[in-house]
Nanobody, 124 residues
């Protein structure tokens, strides 16, 4: 599976953005998907994850209630809707795929596939 993330940009605090991660390959629907981010000078961290069916989602505490992860298996795409953005949300956002949903929430190491990042900058 090859992943390509896009949709980042510059937004004012309080604004919204929607990130997309498009996957190639015939087995997208077999994978749980996750979004991660890495701010300057910080380690990459978990943001959100979704099961292969879309029926189960997990969020980092810092984004609960503001971000929503979803997927469209017919379009081989996973989304991250980000509302009420804060300056602290500024980071490069990455998507990842793994057969293990729980693993996506626990670690950034050893995941099956990663996409390239897309930069989100929130101005205060």
């Amino acid at each position: 599976v090859q992943l390509q993330a896009f949709g980042g940009g510059l937004v004012q605090a309080g604004g919204s953005l929607r990130l997309s991660c498009a996957a190639s390959g015939h087995t997208f629907s077999s994978y749980a998907m996750g979004w991660f981010r890495q701010a300057p000078g910080k380690e990459r961290e978990f943001v959100a994850a979704i099961s292969w069916s879309g029926g189960t989602t997990h969020y980092a505490d810092s984004v609960k209630g503001r971000f929503t992860i979803s997927r469209d298996n017919a379009k081989n795409t996973v989304y991250l809707q980000m509302n009420s953005l804060e300056a602290e949300d500024t980071a490069i956002y990455y998507c990842a795929a793994d057969t293990n949903l729980k693993l996506l929430t626990l670690t950034t190491q050893g995941l099956n596939f990663w996409g390239q990042g897309t930069l989100v900058t929130v101005s205060s």
